[in-house]
């Protein structure tokens, strides 16, 4: 299974695009992977996690063939997450064409909660020469494995947005195991259960750390990664060979990549960056 971050940063992005705080001017300063678009990532080339707003240009840069995704998985809808405006136009038949597919073939499937069915929907609507037969939404509900492509993932409830059931997934191709847990804040205890009930031992966990070293909230810090971590190995849901990342960093932290990096790696974590490429298994 091969993992690419896509962008790794949170909603403003990193540096914030108006923003002048001492965070932003040294990562304009320092530049590299300091530099941060908005977050999404990329599972075996064909299934997608989240519609950053900056996919477009993100998949310019790093070389992205977009016409090959034919699974949506939605963490939830905010909109850093999920610039359904995007779904307009990959259901729109003069904005997108696929001629080597078949048009009954010729469609995305997206999966997510019913609040991300309903911001389908509306895109659908917003969108007057939208052929909705290009996209196919399945609701799927927390600890419940559907497939996309090769893969089966497990929605598991987030703490992040409370007005909305918000979703991290766990992920395998029967060989290889991830977790892919942000947006969130301290998981809950009946998400750690249905974590520990899935008999899995994960071969990477990338976690949100848009706090950094301040007190978490509907994110995570420096303090809930570690505690998190913690969790995952007394459960038994890690092992020795389990690598963690951390992922979704935000300027409101006041800590950029490389200083992350310096702190949290002798703790046995590594900060991805926009176009990180992990092979898992």
């Keep these: 299974m091969k993992l690419q971050y896509i962008g790794t940063g949170a909603a403003e992005g990193f540096p914030g ?158 060989t290889a195991s991830l977790l892919y847990a942000n947006d969130t804040g301290t998981l809950s205890e009946e998400t750690l259960q249905m974590i520990g009930d899935l008999g899995l031992v994960f071969d990477l966990v990338s976690m949100d750390c848009a706090r950094g070293t301040l007190p978490g909230d509907g994110h995570m810090g420096i303090r809930e990664n570690l505690e998190l971590k913690r969790r995952l190995e007394q459960m038994g849901c890690t092992g020795s060979e389990t690598r963690y990342y951390l992922n979704h960093l935000s300027h409101m932290s006041g800590i950029i990549h490389d200083d992350l990096q310096s702190l949290m790696g002798p703790e046995g974590f590594t900060v991805s960056y926009d176009g990180m490429i992990v092979n898992i298994g």
């Excluded at 939208?130 to 598991?156: H, T, Y």
């Design 17 to 174: 695009m108006f923003c002048q705080c001492d965070a932003c001017r040294w990562a304009r300063k320092a530049g590299g992977h300091n530099l941060k678009t908005r977050s999404c990532a990329m599972i075996d080339g064909h299934v997608l996690i989240d519609l950053s707003p900056d996919l477009y240009v993100q998949s310019l840069k790093l070389g992205l063939e977009l016409s090959e995704i034919q699974d949506l998985v939605v963490t939830h809808t905010h909109k850093d997450h999920f610039d359904s405006f995007f779904l307009g136009l990959r259901a729109k038949d003069g904005a997108t064409k696929l001629p080597d597919r078949k048009e009954e073939d010729n469609y995305l499937s997206v999966y997510g909660s019913s609040f991300v069915k309903a911001a389908v929907d509306k895109a659908l609507e917003e969108e007057p020469y939208s052929n909705n037969a290009r996209i196919r939404f399945e609701n799927v509900k927390p600890g419940e494995w559907f497939q996309a492509g090769n893969l089966k993932l497990c929605p598991l409830k987030a703490n992040h947005k409370n007005d909305e059931l918000c979703y991290i997934y766990a992920v395998t191709d029967g």
